[in-house]
């Protein structure tokens, strides 16, 4: 089996390489093909070749995992080293919980984070 179907059997998320969501039904179906699945918006099922590809070259139809999305808290303290900013943050905690455990009493903000692995904000 190909690295793509043991990610989609293990739970793993995928897409296609345009970036829409697909929900797998399968990864049993015909030989050439053996993943079966939707693609969001779509009424009818579509097949992709044990790697991912639609077709034989590369192409926006083609499935790949989907990027992994990550959530964390952050503690926020006022600064006053002279290069800093006006602004300290501390480490990403996965829960609320754990933020304000570790938190020292100088915290001025705690803030969630959510970003996909992979995005570069401007």
Not at 68 to 91: C, D, E
Not at 93 to 111: E, F, G, M, P, Q
């Amino acid at each position: 089996m190909t690295d793509l179907i043991e990610h989609i059997r293990s739970g793993g998320k995928v897409q296609t390489r345009d970036g829409r969501p697909v929900k797998v039904l399968s990864t049993e179906g015909a030989a050439l093909f053996p993943i079966v699945g939707y693609v969001d918006g779509q009424v009818r099922p579509e097949v992709w070749q044990p790697n991912g590809g639609w077709e034989p070259w590369e192409g926006p139809r083609d499935l790949i995992p989907a990027p992994k999305k990550h959530v964390g808290w952050v503690n926020v303290y006022a600064s006053s080293l002279p290069n800093a900013g006006p602004f300290i943050l501390r480490t990403t905690l996965r829960s609320r919980a754990d933020a304000d455990r570790v938190a020292c009493d100088n915290r001025i903000a705690c803030i969630r984070v959510e970003f996909t692995e992979g995005q570069f904000d401007e």
